[in-house]
């Protein structure tokens, strides 16, 4: 087994994350990766992996209500990337929404320039974020806290139904995809690492 596969391993075991603490390992291989999207940007355009090829990438996936983990994370990737002066430009942050009913192209534009103006923000429909949560071989969902108190899952067509006034909790993974300019997994950074180990980890994949 390779590094890199060995550490998304490690990594996938840590359970999925609903911006709370780590959840139990779970028992798991891991297949080849998808690392290919069609999704629409913060201006509203229409882009695939492709726009992004050539530059090293980081791949996050998150939604701007986060309370803590994709602040967090977000932070200490622009203070690693502040850190880098010239060579930040070689990279780009792909902040990947999961949440389309709340993250609008502007809202995800607000979000995301508060943080660094390599971090850029997609997001797309429910079938599209499947498609490219599958390819990474993460998840996500939503959870709705019902009249006895107890949250449930959210189904996809409940979710695509719902009231602005609904309120729903996203979870997501927490790790950040770190992709080369060839769109192959080269690294992958936990949750909670902080900018001058994230500064030398994308210093060690730059050419």
């Not at 390779?2 to 999925?16: E, N, Q």
């Not at 609903?18 to 998808?34: G, H």
């Not at 850190?83 to 534009?109: K, N, Y």
Request: contains cysteine; glycine residues 8%.
């Amino acid at each position: 087994m390779s590094l890199i596969r060995l550490t998304l391993l490690l990594v996938f075991l840590a359970g999925l994350l609903a911006c709370q603490p780590d959840q139990p390992d779970q028992p798991a291989t891991v297949p080849d990766m998808d690392l290919t999207f069609e999704l629409v940007d913060e201006t509203g355009r229409g882009v695939t992996h492709a726009d992004y090829e050539g530059q090293l990438r980081l791949v996050f996936f998150g939604f701007t209500s986060c309370p803590d983990i994709c602040p967090i994370t977000l932070s200490n990737v622009a203070a690693a990337l502040q850190s880098m002066g010239d060579l930040a430009e070689q990279i780009t942050v792909l902040f990947v929404s999961i949440d389309p009913h709340r993250d609008s192209p502007e809202r995800l534009e607000q979000y995301t320039q508060a943080f660094h103006p390599s971090v850029v923000g997609l997001t797309g429909s429910y079938e599209q974020l499947e498609k490219v949560t599958k390819g990474f071989r993460t998840t996500f969902g939503f959870t709705l806290r019902d009249g006895s108190g107890q949250d449930r899952p959210l189904s996809r067509e409940e979710y695509e139904t719902l009231a602005d006034s609904v309120h729903y909790l996203p979870f997501h993974s927490s790790q950040v995809y770190v992709i080369s300019a060839g769109n192959e997994l080269v690294d992958i950074i936990g949750y909670g690492a902080k900018p001058d180990k994230i500064a030398a980890t994308l210093r060690s994949h730059l050419r």
